[in-house]
C-alpha cells in the first residue's frame, strides 16, 4: 500500500480524490495547504505528494524539494500550466491539466509510485481507449506493435498506416499538420509524437484555439507586458513560452484570427516570440504541432486563412481517418474502453453481447471515438450484469445510416425541426446576435467548446463582430 499525501484546497475535491485513491488501495493523507502539510506530517514520510498549483498560501509548487524522494505531481488549470511546466523543469515529477479523467490521474500516479507496472509512455489516452489490464482481471492477450501505439487503437489497414507515419516523424523536429473530424482523436496523435520524440521528457502544452476569446487569444499565446492589455495588472509568459523546450500543440488552428496567424507565422519563421506591448523578442525553442477539421486549402482559397502560414505548417502532414472509414476499429476500441474503465472504477470486467458487437460495427459513429467513448460510458454506468447489451448502448434510429431517398424540402441536410438539432439551430440563430457565446453555452447547458463543434457540424457560423 502506497501512502500519498494530497494537497487540495476544494473540500469537495479533495474528497472525491481521496476516495478515488483509497478505492485503488492506496493510503491518503489530506491537507488544505502547504502550510498545513508541512506543520502537520513530515513530508519525507510520503511516496508520493499529490498536490494543486494553486493553494492558499504557497503554491503547490513549493513542495517540490522538500519531500526527499517523493515524487511531486502537480494539478493545474488552464492558467497555471505555465508554473507548472516551470515546477516540472525543477524537479516535479509530472503535472496534469484540469479538468483531467479519473482514469487518467490513477495511471499517471501509478507509474510514478515505487514498483509501478506500465511504463508512462505506454499508458493509453483515456480518448482513444486503448486497454489497460485490470489488477484482478484476467491476462489480456497482448495486441500486436502495428495494433497499438501510445494510446491509439486500430488495426485496420489505414490506421496501420497512420502508426507507420507516427514513428517516422516522431523523431523529427519539423512543424506537423493534423487533419480529422471531429472526435478521431487528434491530440491523442499529437501527443503520441512527442512521446516517440526526443522531447518526451519536457513539457507538452495543448491549446485549443476555438475555445479561448477572439481578443484574448493573442496575449494567452505570446504572452504581454504590463499594462498591455486590459486587466495585465503584471507581465505574463504565453503558451509558447510554456512549452520551452517541448512540444505546443494548437488544436483548432484555423480558428485563429488574420492578426494572430501573422503573428504565429512570424514566430515559425524566426523562432522568437514577442509579448504584447514587449519592444525585445524571445527566443523559444518549441516543436509546434497544428491540428484542425476544417478544409485549410478552401480556406486559403476564400482568403481566411494564410496561405504562407498554410505551408508552414504542412511540412509534415497526418491525416486522421474517421470511424467509419475504419473497418473493425469501433469494436477493438469499445473493448478496449470497457477494459480500460473497468480497471479504473475497480470492477470486473465487462463483455459486449454479439448483437452489441455488431450494432457498434455498423454503426456510422458520426462523432466518431468521442460519440463511441461517450456510449460505451454510458453502458457500464447502467450495466447489472457482467455483458453489455444492444439496448444499453442506445444504438437506435438516430444512429443508423441514413436513407438514401431524396430530400423533399430545399433545406436538404437540416435536422427536423423538431429535433434537438433543430432546436439548437433555431435558438443560436435567434439569439448569437444579441448574446455572448459563453451565454449561449450556458442557457443551452453545454460548454463554449461543444457550442463551437455544434456550430461547425451543422453548418452554423459564428457571426464575426
Not at 281 to 310: E, K, N, Q
Not at 397 to 420: F, I, V
Not at 441 to 459: M, N
Amino acid at each position: 500500500m502506497s501512502r500519498i499525501l494530497l494537497v487540495e484546497d476544494e473540500v469537495v475535491i479533495r474528497t472525491e480524490l481521496r476516495r478515488l485513491l483509497v478505492r485503488h488501495g492506496h493510503d491518503v493523507i489530506e491537507a488544505g495547504s502547504v502550510e498545513d502539510a508541512s506543520a502537520d506530517h513530515d513530508l519525507r514520510a510520503f511516496d508520493l505528494v499529490l498536490a494543486d498549483v494553486r493553494l492558499p498560501g504557497a503554491p503547490g509548487t513549493a513542495l517540490v524539494g522538500q519531500c526527499g524522494g517523493a515524487p511531486v505531481v502537480l494539478m493545474t488549470s488552464y492558467a497555471t500550466v505555465k508554473a507548472a511546466v516551470d515546477a516540472v523543469k525543477r524537479g516535479a515529477a509530472d503535472y496534469l491539466s484540469k479538468p483531467f479523467d479519473h482514469a487518467e490521474l490513477v495511471a499517471l500516479l501509478e507509474h510514478h509510485l515505487p514498483g509501478a507496472r506500465p511504463a508512462r509512455s505506454a499508458l493509453p489516452d483515456v480518448a482513444q481507449g486503448a486497454s489497460v489490464p485490470a489488477p484482478s482481471a484476467p491476462p489480456v492477450p497482448p495486441t500486436s506493435e502495428d495494433d497499438e501505439l501510445e494510446g491509439m487503437v486500430g488495426g485496420s489497414a489505414v490506421m496501420r498506416e497512420v502508426f507507420a507515419r507516427v514513428r517516422k516523424v516522431a523523431p523529427s523536429e519539423a512543424t506537423l499538420l493534423v487533419l480529422g473530424e471531429s472526435g478521431t482523436g487528434k491530440e491523442t496523435l499529437a501527443r503520441a509524437v512527442h512521446r516517440l520524440s526526443p522531447r518526451r521528457q519536457l513539457a507538452f502544452v495543448p491549446v485549443h484555439c476555438a475555445a479561448i476569446p477572439e481578443g484574448q487569444i493573442e496575449g494567452e499565446l505570446f504572452g504581454y507586458e504590463r499594462g498591455a492589455v486590459p486587466g495585465a495588472i503584471s507581465a505574463r509568459a504565453g503558451l509558447c513560452e510554456a512549452a520551452e523546450g517541448g512540444t505546443l500543440l494548437l488544436d483548432e488552428v484555423a480558428e485563429l484570427p488574420p492578426k494572430v496567424q501573422a503573428r504565429l507565422l512570424r514566430f515559425l519563421q524566426t523562432g522568437e516570440v514577442r509579448r504584447v506591448g514587449a519592444t525585445r523578442a524571445r527566443r523559444v525553442d518549441v516543436r509546434l504541432i497544428a491540428a484542425t477539421r476544417r478544409d485549410l486549402v478552401a480556406m486559403v482559397r476564400d482568403g481566411s486563412f494564410m496561405s504562407d502560414l498554410y505551408f508552414r505548417l504542412r511540412v509534415l502532414e497526418i491525416r486522421l481517418p474517421p470511424l467509419r472509414e475504419r473497418p473493425g476499429d469501433a469494436v477493438r476500441l469499445a473493448e478496449s474502453l470497457l477494459r480500460r474503465r473497468a480497471w479504473a472504477m475497480g470492477r470486473a470486467p465487462l463483455t459486449l453481447t454479439p448483437e452489441a458487437r455488431a450494432a457498434i460495427a455498423a454503426a456510422p459513429w458520426p462523432g466518431n471515438i468521442r460519440e463511441l467513448e461517450n456510449a460505451v460510458h454510458r453502458a457500464m454506468v447502467l450495466a447489472d450484469a457482467s455483458e453489455i447489451g444492444l439496448e444499453l448502448l442506445g444504438l437506435d434510429a438516430p444512429l443508423q445510416p441514413p436513407s438514401s431517398a431524396p430530400a423533399a424540402d430545399a433545406h436538404e441536410g437540416e435536422p427536423p425541426s423538431d429535433s434537438l438539432e433543430g432546436y439548437f439551430r433555431r435558438f443560436v440563430l435567434e439569439h448569437q446576435h444579441e448574446l455572448t457565446e459563453t451565454e449561449i453555452a450556458r442557457r443551452l447547458g453545454i460548454s463554449r467548446k461543444a457550442l463551437w463543434e455544434r456550430r461547425q457540424r451543422l453548418g452554423i457560423p459564428r457571426p464575426r463582430s
